[in-house]
Structures are given as structure tokens and as C-alpha cells.
């Protein structure tokens, strides 16, 4: 099993959908997660934390589950502009550090 | 620019050459980071550092990739004797400790022919 599990998608959506994704991870042990936005050709970049109480930003929506061992990001009123690759990150203990640790991602395509 | 910095962005080599490359983190920052990406797949973790100490490298691919920070501010990333299977996209990133954010720079595209 994967450390870090996420569905590749692609997800298909129209404009103004709401769109969701999880990403489970392995070591009950980890300390942080987040979601990081990829765009075609370019680097990873810091889309939100994820916090067990659950945070928002705008559209998105991020809620973590510890005792089921995932996150979920939700995307409300989905834009053009959103289509992206969305990367989970969990950070995995591994030899008394806690390793950045990305899923494959999941693809989002968001048509007029 | 005061983000990541990563030099070459590009990278045509052939099997069997050795190549390096060059990351400049934040300034600020005294982690640094190394990851490898291939099509369809999130970055997978090679290394990293917190100043000029190399804390993890159990997960680089082969003995024959190496990585240094002898000041504890830019870092280099070398490979060894290419195979085709290293080409990929290498990508540094920075955080400051106790913050887990990774700033990443815009990767180094290596294509071993």
C-alpha cells in the first residue's frame, strides 16, 4: 500500500460545479497535511493547510479525519482556472523526521 | 526573485555522463529539499537538509546520486553514470523549520538519451 493514496482522475467537471476529493495516507503518526496545486509544466505550489477542525478559503474547503486516515479537499463554484493537478501531502514519520510525502495527484478538468 | 532558484532548467545528457545540479533556497529558509517527478506522478522525496546537515538521504534512488549543502545555503544534486530511467523532473523546495510549507523552484528537466 501507498503511503499517500490519491484517485488520478481525471475529474470532469462543468463550470460552477462542486467538486471533491480525498487522499488517504498510512502512519496513523503523521503531523501535518496539506494540498498543493500543480498546473501543466510548472512546480507544485501551496494551495492550503489542512487542520483537524477543518479550514476555508474562498471556494475551497479542507477537512482532515484522523481516525479514517484521510483529507478531503472540496472545490464549490468550480472556475476554468481550477483546472489543475491537486497534490495531497502528508508529512510521514521516517527516522526521527517528518518527510513531505506527495500522493500521484488528481487531475481536475473544468469545462465551460 | 526571491523564491527558490534552480539551475539548469534543463538538461540533455547522455547515458553515462555524470550531471549537477544547483538549487538557491529562500534566504531565509534553513531546510532544503530534493524530489523527483515523472509524468503522472506526485513528487516523490529524494533528500533533505536543515542547514548544512543532510538528515535523510536513505531514499535517494542509487548510490549513484549524492547530494551536498556545505554552507547550509545553496545545495547541489549529483548523478552519477545517467541511465535513461533518471530522466525525469528534479525539483527543490525550502521551508523554514518548524513551518512544513515547501516553496518549490521551478525544477531542473533532465533527459538522459
Known amino acids: 500500500r501507498k503511503e499517500v493514496e490519491q484517485d488520478p482522475g481525471p475529474f470532469n467537471v462543468p463550470e460552477g460545479a462542486t467538486v471533491a476529493f480525498n487522499c488517504t495516507y498510512s502512519?496513523?503518526?503523521?503531523?501535518?497535511f496539506f494540498w498543493y496545486r500543480q498546473d501543466c509544466r510548472k512546480e507544485p505550489k501551496l494551495l492550503m493547510s489542512?487542520?483537524?477542525s477543518g479550514n476555508e478559503d474562498g471556494r475551497f474547503t479542507a477537512q482532515l479525519n484522523r481516525a479514517s486516515q484521510y483529507i478531503s479537499l472540496l472545490i464549490r463554484d468550480s472556475k476554468l482556472s481550477d483546472s489543475a493537478t491537486y497534490l495531497c501531502v502528508v508529512s510521514l514519520a521516517a527516522g526521527g523526521s517528518y518527510i513531505p510525502t506527495f500522493g500521484r495527484g488528481t487531475s481536475l478538468i473544468v469545462h465551460p | 526573485d526571491t523564491g527558490v532558484s534552480q539551475d539548469p532548467r534543463h538538461k540533455i545528457t547522455k547515458r553515462g555522463q555524470n550531471v549537477t545540479f544547483r538549487c538557491d533556497p529562500i534566504s531565509e529558509h534553513n531546510r532544503l529539499y530534493w524530489y523527483r517527478q515523472t509524468l503522472g506522478q506526485g513528487p516523490e522525496f529524494l533528500t533533505y537538509f536543515q542547514n548544512e546537515a543532510q538528515l535523510e538521504k536513505s531514499r535517494l534512488l542509487s548510490d549513484r546520486f549524492s547530494a551536498e549543502r556545505p554552507k547550509g545555503s545553496f545545495s547541489t544534486l549529483e548523478i552519477q553514470r545517467t541511465e535513461q530511467g533518471d530522466s525525469a523532473m528534479y525539483l527543490c523546495?525550502?521551508?523554514?523549520?518548524?513551518?512544513?510549507?515547501?516553496?518549490f523552484g521551478s525544477g531542473t528537466q533532465l533527459s538522459v538519451l
Open positions: 523546495a525550502s521551508s523554514q523549520q518548524g513551518e512544513e510549507k515547501l516553496f
Open positions: 502512519n496513523s503518526a503523521s503531523q501535518s
Open positions: 489542512v487542520y483537524s
